[in-house]
């Protein structure tokens, strides 16, 4: 029962549309701004730096804080694995707005730096080197969110981190087809390039 209620709670925490909240409070509707999109990156390009980063710490500790909750219950096995899905899950597809959440990067980080802390500091430097030298969100996102595998391999291996690898693997290939769009206009040189600040 404790199980069933901490999963229950990772989707729901992971559904609370921040981004969208604090853009309303800006007086913005970000699903009709910018990229259109419910996340992080569209609030800071929308409504600028300082509310976007408080979107981005709010949209991580709400994939962080079930993860933590089920491990501080002493929930073991797949269920501190399962909440970091459900919360991803819960941002990708938010009930409050209509199921059309963000891409999930800012939760899954959350989450996974619970679960798997040393993979996510490895992605988070992919995610670094890729915005720095290309300045595409989308592309750092990509590569960051594919390279979690082989990170989560080789800096947790054994059979014991199974569920790890597995959520990984989900997290990577959901981030992924999130980013499909901006993959189509990358290849088309139409993709924006990210920069601090308001977009004029």
């Not at 981005?56 to 500790?61: E, P, Q």
């Not at 929930?75 to 399962?82: E, F, M, N, Q």
């Not at 720095?132 to 960051?144: P, W």
């Not at 980013?179 to 977009?199: A, D, T, V």
């Amino acid at each position: 029962m404790e199980s069933a209620a901490v999963l229950a709670g990772s989707f729901l925490a992971g559904s609370i549309p921040f981004s969208w909240l604090l853009g309303r409070l800006r007086g913005t509707d970000i699903r009709r701004a910018g990229s259109g999109n419910v996340g992080a990156t569209n609030l800071l390009r929308t409504c600028g730096t300082g509310i976007g980063v408080v979107g981005l710490v709010l949209d991580a500790l709400k994939g962080a804080a079930p993860v933590a909750a089920a491990m501080a219950l002493g929930l073991s096995g797949p269920v501190p694995a399962a909440c970091a899905v459900l919360a991803v899950l819960g941002h990708v597809l938010t009930p409050w707005l209509g199921f059309r959440g963000g891409k999930g990067v800012a939760t899954a980080m959350g989450a996974l730096l619970v679960l798997a802390t040393w993979p996510v500091l490895a992605a988070l430097g992919v995610f670094a080197v890729v915005l720095a030298l290309f300045r595409f969100v989308s592309l750092a996102s990509i590569c960051a969110a594919v390279s979690l595998v082989p990170a989560s391999l080789l800096l947790m291996p054994g059979t014991r981190n199974l569920a790890v690898h597995v959520v990984c693997g989900l997290v990577a290939a959901l981030v992924v087809v999130r980013h499909l769009g901006n993959i189509r206009r990358l290849l088309r040189g139409e993709e924006s390039r990210f920069s601090l600040g308001r977009e004029r």
